[in-house]
């Protein structure tokens, strides 16, 4: 992951970074950190942030360092249409390299109501019960 972000060209990013603060992490630190979190579906930078302390990957990435949650989150919300152009390059990548095919996926936000409530759940004693008396 390490390599492939250092391919790209963050210098949009960098020049509008102050580099100030008690822990100025590097945007390639921050941006590895996000897509490698991305890819199996971590999106929230607390996950992250933990991830930073107990994965092995996670914590190369981070080189030993732990950027907080607040970080991450405001690199990720100050640099968002950065971060569209450069994850729409790492997916291309990744086609390149077949590791992953592009196609739809479709949600349905129907909400159904379950039918399982207090009143018609029962207990396996209760349940017990109820099957010696008939």
Do not use: W
Not at 48 to 61: M, Q
Request: hydrophobic share 35%.
């Amino acid at each position: 992951m390490r390599k492939v972000v250092s391919q790209f060209d963050l210098t949009e990013i960098t020049k509008q970074t102050r580099g100030s603060g008690s822990k100025a992490h590097h945007p390639e630190t921050l941006l590895s950190l996000l897509i490698y979190g991305y890819a199996p579906g971590v999106f929230s930078s607390r996950k992250i942030e933990r991830a930073s302390y107990n994965s092995i990957a996670f914590r190369y990435l981070a080189a030993n360092t732990h950027p907080d949650h607040d970080t991450l989150a405001t690199f990720r919300c100050r640099f968002l249409p950065q971060l569209e152009d450069l994850l729409v390059q790492v997916m291309m990548l990744a086609r390149e390299m077949k590791l992953f095919k592009l196609g739809r996926i479709s949600l349905d936000g129907t909400k159904i109501n379950a039918n399982a409530s207090k009143h018609k759940a029962l207990s396996y004693g209760h349940a017990e019960k109820v099957e010696n008396t008939t």
